[in-house]
């Protein structure tokens, strides 16, 4: 089954003590991107990667960095985080092909509290 | 920069009446242009999309939506709501020329009334 996965789902933590999120995809696609969704906000991109070791910013991109170190994988990792990055976050993939449509697939969501 | 913008938060209809909820956008380049739903406590489905050619498109559990490039807008349309059509509706663009770089809108929820 295509899909994305994101792990954990839910993640009660401190202020400062980094963390990690998960994203793996199974589409072998192209373009991963992470967002953070909050109410009244939409949905906005934190960053997003055409391909291996090509990442970009997105439109709020402090506080967060990424990797993408294998095509099917893109961690976000927060080194510090704090309460203002309590949210819930998408990763989300879609084909960057020559003739590709780009529509996006999404994780189940994560939904982290920092205090 | 580019943005979206859906004006209306929410948008109320009855159970077999015409829906629009309402999109528009601003691009630098050629836009691809779409129309995700939230449904509650769940992630967020792909509904349909305008990349070229025809201004009308048609996409999942009977939605279209047209494409008004003067007027820059992709309104999202049903002939006939559903109860089922409830949910929290996202407007999104992708420039072509940065395809990686995707905004969505603030979202629209709309509730169809039995």
């Known amino acids: 089954e295509a899909q994305v996965t994101q792990n954990p789902r839910y993640l009660i933590t401190v202020t400062g003590k980094k963390l990690t999120v998960t994203c793996s995809q199974n589409m072998n696609h192209e373009y991963m991107s992470w967002y953070r969704q909050d109410p009244g906000l939409g949905l906005r991109q934190i960053y997003y990667s055409m391909n291996v070791e090509v990442t970009d910013k997105g439109d709020v991109p402090e506080g967060y960095k990424v990797s993408r170190k294998e095509k099917r994988n893109f961690p976000l990792i927060l080194e510090s985080p704090s309460p203002n990055q309590t949210s819930l976050y998408f990763c989300?993939?879609?084909?960057?092909?020559?003739?590709?449509?780009?529509?996006?697939?999404f994780g189940p969501g994560t939904r982290l509290t920092v205090t | 920069a580019q943005s979206v913008a859906q004006p209306e938060d929410q948008v109320n209809v009855a159970e077999g009446n015409p829906l629009t909820v309402k999109c528009t956008y601003s691009?630098?380049?050629?836009?691809?242009l779409f129309w995700y739903v939230q449904y509650p406590n769940r992630g967020l489905q792909f509904l349909l999309k305008y990349i070229t050619g025809d201004n009308l498109v048609k996409g999942s559990y009977g939605f279209e939506a047209e494409f008004n490039k003067s007027q820059t807008s992709f309104h999202l349309k049903k002939p006939s709501a559903l109860v089922s059509d409830s949910a929290l509706y996202f407007c999104?663009?992708?420039?072509?020329?940065?395809?990686?770089?995707?905004?969505f809108g603030d979202g629209t929820t709309l509730t169809v009334k039995p």
């Open positions: 691009v630098s380049g050629n836009p691809y």
């Open positions: 999104a663009v992708r420039d072509k020329a940065n395809a990686g770089k995707s905004t």
């Open positions: 989300a993939s879609s084909s960057g092909l020559a003739g590709a449509t780009y529509e996006q697939y």
